[in-house]
């Protein structure tokens, strides 16, 4: 589903009859991390979490991180839950065999850079990727999962919607208490502009890296005509993208995150784009999941992420082993 609006609306009605309810969510994850008995990994584990439903932009995070360990010489695995798949792994996932329904579309991105193995048992994932020889589990999302100690916690924060309204699922969109949840966290990784004074806030106790997403092949796009799509956490990100890359827009279809396209979507979205004589694009992650006789026709946009200093995150991967 699309993230309510009242979730970005503190004073709305709905939001504050619900609130009750997310107390309770919020409760209920506090007393699962606090009588959890996580598995120490012989090996180091990095976290690329958030305190929010929907996407905060942590899949860029653990690509650009991937790369970096990598290049370092550690030998990476990224660990996901593989959400929206329907394999419970641990499985060590392999586009050229797995599909998103089997696996989930994040996995299947994250694949193109490191190893990548899905497990709903976060240890089991870890145990199976160990095996297979990594010394590093970069984890994609888990910083409520109570099954792994973390050695390195990093919060990502979209700066356009920040915490919402404050408020705990169903009543906005927290996983967990603010507090409870940076207090884990060992710095806070702010992506975008910062609308909600984010770093203000809390750039006294935590170190706030920034960051912008950008489109990696802006030069191609500019110009150009194109009928946009995109089932992402939230689809304003990558029309945004666009525009600034100076694409002419000549319409722009939001889905819900994860969204499972349909050939009739597919269809009205071709027959827009022929219509204005515009290409089709979409998002890499929204790519993985068109049924195959469909990839050719539509143009998946790749993202990068860009550090304000770069130093930065060096410094801060050099606190979970050196040399890196």
């Known amino acids: 589903m699309m993230p309510p609006r009242f979730w970005q609306d503190s004073d709305a009605v709905v939001g504050r009859a619900l609130a009750p309810l ?18 120490r990994a012989p090996a180091t584990v990095i976290c690329v979490g958030n305190l929010t439903a929907g996407g905060a932009g942590k899949t860029p995070v653990v690509r650009d991180l991937a790369a970096r360990l990598i290049k370092a010489g550690r030998r990476t695995a990224i660990l996901s839950r593989g959400y929206g798949g329907r394999l419970r792994g641990p499985l060590a996932v392999d586009p050229e065999r797995h599909s998103a329904a089997d696996v989930g579309d994040e996995p299947l991105l994250l694949a193109r850079d490191a190893p990548c193995w899905i497990a709903r048992d976060r240890a089991a994932g870890a145990r199976a990727a160990i095996d297979g020889g990594a010394d590093v589990i970069l984890m994609d999302d888990g910083l409520q999962n109570p099954d792994l100690v973390q050695d390195l916690r990093l919060v990502v924060v979209d700066g356009a919607i920040g915490f919402g309204n404050g408020r705990a699922l169903p009543a906005g969109p927290l996983r967990e208490r603010i507090a409870a949840g940076l207090g884990r966290a060992d710095a806070l990784i702010l992506i975008g502009e910062d609308s909600h004074r984010v770093e203000a806030r809390f750039g006294s106790t935590l170190p706030v890296l920034r960051a912008t997403l950008t489109l990696s092949d802006a030069e191609s796009i500019k110009g150009g005509r194109v009928v946009a799509f995109a089932g992402i956490g939230r689809p304003e990100k990558f029309r945004l993208s666009l525009a600034e890359a100076g694409a002419e827009i000549v319409d722009f ?43 050719g026709r539509i143009r998946a946009a790749p993202v990068e992420l860009v550090w304000r200093d770069d130093g930065e995150i060096a410094r801060l991967l050099e606190r979970a082993f050196p040399h890196v």
């Open 253 to 295: 279809q939001p889905f819900a995150d994860h969204h499972p396209f349909t050939e009739s979507e597919l269809e009205k979205l071709a027959d827009a784009a022929h219509r204005s004589n515009a290409a089709l694009a979409t998002t890499e992650k929204d790519w993985v999941r068109l049924p195959p006789s469909w990839r």
């Open 22 to 39: 997310g107390w309770l969510y919020a409760e209920a994850t506090a007393w699962r991390l606090r009588h959890a008995n996580p598995w």
